[in-house]
């Protein structure tokens, strides 16, 4: 069964850091493509960030691009999200999600070329 699941979520000041882990089992990561995604109440899912696992190539989106860095232990199964220079617009619960290498030619962050989610994890920018 493929299971992933997210944890680092938390209140932090704008301004600060927040470092969030993706645990995936029940795959080989080495063969899938893995996404951050977050999303506020009456909005779609957003794409924030992808590693392409087998050879670390990173997509970021626009609004996060500089602050926000992706990346992967293939020992421990486990993708991170660094979050620097955090805003109060950044607050939204964020997933984690990992789909096959074909997602980097349909829409790498696109929340419909992903399979496999994680139940999300809350992330509150605020004074």
């Known amino acids: 069964q493929v299971q992933l699941v997210e944890s680092g979520g938390g209140l932090v000041q704008p301004g600060g850091s927040l470092r969030l882990s993706c645990v995936v089992s029940?795959?080989?990561?080495?063969?899938?493509?893995v996404g951050w995604f977050r999303q506020v109440p009456g909005n779609l899912h957003e794409g924030v960030a992808a590693i392409s696992v087998p050879d670390g190539t990173t997509f970021y989106g626009g609004s996060v691009k500089g602050r926000f860095t992706i990346s992967r232990d293939t020992f421990k199964d486990t993708v991170y999200l660094q979050m620097s220079s955090l805003k109060p617009e950044d607050t939204a619960v964020y997933y984690c999600?990992?789909?096959?290498?074909?997602?980097?030619?349909?829409?790498?962050?696109?929340?419909?070329?992903?399979?496999?989610w994680g139940q999300g994890t809350q992330v509150t920018v605020s004074l």
């Open positions: 029940g795959l080989n990561l080495d063969y899938y493509v």
């Open positions: 999600a990992a789909g096959p290498p074909r997602v980097v030619g349909i829409g790498v962050l696109s929340p419909y070329s992903y399979e496999h």
